[in-house]
């Protein structure tokens, strides 16, 4: 998502919800750009304990339950390059 000062970002969200999305047990992000490589983009977790530099190191992976609320903040310099996906599992419901 792009804010209109050019600023790539997500707000708070939950990556599990109907249909589709039902079928999410855990999502999972790969940091690919150096830490040095931007300013901002930092993943952050709502009402969650972590390290938050350690989110921001090249080649780490971070797995989390679908029905955390993560964001990441708007990026004011350089380009944050990360892999996201999710694992599928029988719906809840």
Do not use: C
Not at 10 to 22: E, F, K, L, M, R
């Amino acid at each position: 998502m792009r804010d209109r000062s050019g600023g790539d970002h997500y707000d708070w969200h939950v990556d599990i919800g109907q249909q589709a999305n039902g079928s999410r047990k855990l999502g999972f992000t790969v940091q690919l750009s150096a830490s040095a490589d931007y300013d901002g983009g930092n993943l952050e977790f709502l009402n969650a304990a972590y390290d938050p530099k350690a989110l921001r190191q090249q080649g780490i992976i971070v797995v989390f339950p679908a029905y955390f609320t993560p964001r990441i903040t708007p990026v004011t310099r350089g380009e944050r390059i990360a892999m996201v996906g999710w694992i599928h599992g029988d719906s809840y419901s």
